[in-house]
């Protein structure tokens, strides 16, 4: 069954503390994506990857890191420095070459309290 | 700076209804234009459009680009309450694999 894997669901931090999302894919895909979704916007990108080992900021890489040592695997790290880390997380994989839709994930729910 | 646009942001029909969602886009390097319907979590794919003036139909919905102006249209005919969700519409680029999301219309279609 391929798809896009997101975990956890829902997870919930204190302020200050660092938080890891995972996103996993087992559709071969070479570029991932992650997204931020607030309430009533639309998607706005954090980091992109287009090949193992690379990766770019998106246009609100800031208090955010990720990592990219496996294809299939494109975790994201909110750090304590992202001012405002309440939102929608979404995970998204591609095939190369900018000529491909993207395929989501569920979708991760981050509540920092 | 690259921007994409949707109008109205959002709307409300009753079940039967035809509804058009509009999107423009200023995309530096442009490829292709996106639809994705998002329901409740991940968007799904509908559309991808590279050339102007060719209509895709998935049913009853459909979608066209218009490159020279720069905007793309959404038809959905016959409207059910299952069409309720926020339609995204995206713009993608030629030089890397970077996709640019507008804001989204949000669409009640109610009984």
């Known amino acids: 069954d391929g798809g896009i894997t997101q975990s956890p669901k829902y997870l919930f931090r204190k302020e200050g503390q660092n938080v890891t999302l995972s996103c996993e894919q087992n559709?071969?895909?070479?570029?991932m994506y992650w997204y931020r979704q607030d309430p009533g916007q639309g998607l706005r990108l954090i980091y992109y990857?287009?090949?193992?080992?690379?990766?770019q900021k998106g246009d609100i890489a800031e208090g955010y890191s990720v990592s990219r040592e496996k294809k299939e695997s494109f975790p994201l790290t909110v750090t304590s420095a992202q001012k405002n880390p309440t939102a929608f997380y979404l995970c998204?994989?591609?095939?190369?070459?900018?000529?491909?839709?993207?395929?989501f994930g569920p979708g991760t729910r981050l509540t920092v309290t | 700076e690259d921007k994409v646009v949707q109008s109205p942001l959002s709307l409300v029909v009753h079940e039967g209804d035809t509804v058009t969602l509009n999107c423009s886009y200023e995309v530096t390097n442009f490829r292709s234009l996106l639809w994705y319907k998002q329901e409740k979590k991940a968007p799904t794919f509908l559309f991808m459009l590279?050339?102007?003036?060719i209509e895709k139909k998935s049913g009853r919905l459909s979608s066209i680009l218009d490159k020279k102006e720069l905007f793309s249209i959404l038809n959905i005919t016959a409207t059910q309450t299952g069409d309720s969700a926020v339609y995204l519409c995206a713009g993608s680029k030629t030089s890397y694999d970077k996709v640019i999301f507008g804001p989204g219309t949000s669409l009640s279609v109610i009984p």
């Open positions: 998204a994989s591609s095939m190369s070459g900018g000529a491909y839709e993207q395929y």
């Open positions: 990857s287009q090949i193992v080992n690379d990766f």
């Open positions: 590279t050339s102007s003036g």
């Open positions: 559709l071969n895909h070479d570029a």
